[in-house]
């Protein structure tokens, strides 16, 4: 049963377009939600993340959205550049459960 | 400031045999994490770290597994009389204090590959 779902494997956007990304939970318990980009052979870096206190949080070009009523959250990123090409996982944790739960992945193309 | 360091960054044995795989987290961090990512796969949480003492082991996938602690900081994760199934990238994180509204920071990985 998988509990944070990101149901595009893929994504492609023009450079200067924005990018949204797309994330789905079904733990109503995930209190803290976080987005993390990953290049190749590399580790997961952690971008941003939000409370479920909140409905929004900017960080430059990154803003995350919290839907709680729809369990949906999204990452948005303008504008896009070349260098945000990556996998992206969206993840949660809640209550006590300080362990992430990840899903599995977007891959961004960001073209020139 | 250093990030989380694994070595090996690469590791391929031969199935059967034994393997040991090395955390150094983030220094002043209490809190480390394992997790790992088969192919395809999103992360997949294996253990957890407060101090030296491992309050959740649930995600350990069988009695083969084990991970320890020392001095509240470096971490090993042993995988005795591996299987072709342990294939995958073993990543460690490591946190400030273990709480759910901490990001947990990523080492790049060791990827295993058992033959």
């Known amino acids: 049963d998988q509990q944070v779902k990101q149901n595009s494997p893929s994504l492609s956007v023009q450079e200067g377009r924005i990018s949204i990304l797309n994330c789905d939970y079904t733990?109503?318990?995930?209190?803290?939600f976080l987005w993390y980009k990953k290049y190749p052979a590399e580790g997961p870096t952690f971008l941003i993340s939000?409370?479920?206190?909140?409905d929004k949080n900017e960080d430059g070009r990154f803003t995350v959205f919290l839907n709680k009523s729809a369990k949906h959250l999204s990452l948005h990123i303008v504008p896009s550049q070349p260098g945000d090409s990556a996998v992206y996982f969206c993840?949660?944790?809640?209550?006590?459960?300080?362990?992430?739960?990840f899903g599995k992945g977007t891959l961004l193309t960001v073209n020139p | 400031g250093a990030g989380v360091s694994q070595s090996p960054s690469n590791k391929v044995t031969e199935k059967g045999k034994d393997v040991e795989l090395r955390c150094d987290p983030i220094?002043?961090?209490?809190?480390l994490y394992w997790y790992r990512q088969s192919l395809g796969q999103g992360l997949e949480f294996l253990i957890y770290f407060q101090g030296n003492s491992a309050p959740d082991k649930s995600g350990l996938p069988s009695d083969r597994f084990s991970a320890e602690r020392t001095g509240g900081s470096v971490s090993t994760l042993t995988i005795q009389r591996t299987q072709q199934e342990d294939s995958a990238v073993y990543l460690c994180?490591?946190?400030?204090?273990?709480?759910?509204?901490?990001?947990?920071?990523f080492g790049d990985g060791t990827r295993l590959s058992i033959l």
């Open positions: 220094s002043g961090h209490t809190a």
């Open positions: 939000i409370s479920s206190i909140k």
């Open positions: 993840a949660a944790s809640g209550g006590s459960n300080y362990k992430l739960t």
């Open positions: 733990n109503s318990m995930f209190d803290y």
């Open positions: 994180a490591s946190s400030l204090v273990g709480t759910s509204n901490q990001p947990q920071h």
